[in-house]
């Protein structure tokens, strides 16, 4: 695999924690100028610090992407820090949601996730892909899930959001893959980040389910993300790649 993003700036939302915190990593170990984001800044400074003592480039952006001003403040910054079109966009930051009956799911909390979830990584792409279709190419990937592509009892909400990522990365590869911008998702299973990890009982019977019979870490879901953005992914549009233990294939 080559994946050499050298020369390559990158916006990865959510980085401050979890899978982007690990694709952050990732990213920057195969070269590229990596742009971090979230809304906690010790979390944020101490993934970039991480980067910068293995020798790799990151910067920390404050965003809060629960409104269209933060998603439009951090679309300015990142091009600032590229210094023109960005090369890489992740939309990777958002609300996990605990299973809650739909009849008990309150107005703002619908009106969060749909705002971070989906609306978030809808203005960023409109603000960052139409510059790189105009320089000629670009790599985006989505944060979609396994949630978003079975039904599940409690987790309408969550669900429906990840539903909806999958289906912009398809119109998105519509959209600008005659540019030279492809989209793609990543989809992962369960992956145990610290946050997840704490779940482990409550996740054990699907875990126990899944063909690899163990939940994803973080690491895997960001090597998915690296091919996808690198020269060996030069015509995938639209997929989704599964890091889900071989959950989508039961
Ligand atoms: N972990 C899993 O098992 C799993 C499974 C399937 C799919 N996924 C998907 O993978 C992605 C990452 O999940 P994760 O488990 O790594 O989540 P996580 O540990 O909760 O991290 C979420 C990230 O999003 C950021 N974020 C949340 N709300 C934000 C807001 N309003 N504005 C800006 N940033 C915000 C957080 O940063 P701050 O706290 O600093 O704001 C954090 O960096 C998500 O798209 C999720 O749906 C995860």
């Known amino acids: 695999m080559t994946s050499n993003l050298n020369g ?12 982007g915190a690990a ?13 971090i984001s979230g ?4 979390r944020g400074e101490k993934v970039a610090a991480g980067i910068a003592e293995r020798g790799g480039r990151a910067d920390f952006v404050r965003a809060d992407l629960s409104t269209g001003a933060g998603v439009r403040d951090l679309a300015a910054a990142a091009h600032r820090l590229a210094g023109g079109p960005l090369d890489i966009l992740v939309n990777n930051a958002a609300m996990l949601l605990n299973p809650t009956p739909t ?29 790189m279709a105009e320089r000629g190419g670009g790599a985006i990937v989505n944060l979609g899930s396994i949630s978003g592509l079975f039904g599940s009892g409690g987790s309408a909400l969550y669900s429906t959001t990840k539903a909806a990522i ?8 519509d959209e600008y893959g005659p540019s030279g911008v492809r989209v793609n998702t990543v989809a992962p299973g369960p ?6 990890a ?13 063909p690899s019979r163990r939940p994803s870490t973080p690491e895997e879901v960001a090597k998915a993300v690296l091919f996808l953005v690198g020269d060996d992914a030069a015509n995938i549009h639209g997929a989704t790649l599964s890091v889900d233990g071989g959950r989508s294939a039961i």
Do not use: C, Q, Y
Request: aromatic share 4%.
């Open 8 to 19: 390559r700036t990158a916006l990865v939302t959510g980085s401050t924690d979890g899978i």
């Open 103 to 131: 009849a008990d799911v309150a107005e703002e909390v619908i009106d969060g996730a749909l705002a971070v979830n989906v609306k978030a990584a809808f203005l960023l792409t409109g603000l960052t892909a139409p510059a």
């Open 23 to 35: 694709v952050a990593r990732t990213l920057a170990a195969a070269g590229a100028h990596v742009v």
């Open 198 to 210: 704490e779940m482990a009982d409550h996740l054990a019977p699907l875990i126990a389910t899944l």
């Open 166 to 173: 999958h289906s912009l990365t398809k119109s998105w590869a």
């Open 191 to 196: 992956t145990f980040t610290d946050k997840v």
């Open 39 to 42: 809304r906690d800044t010790a």
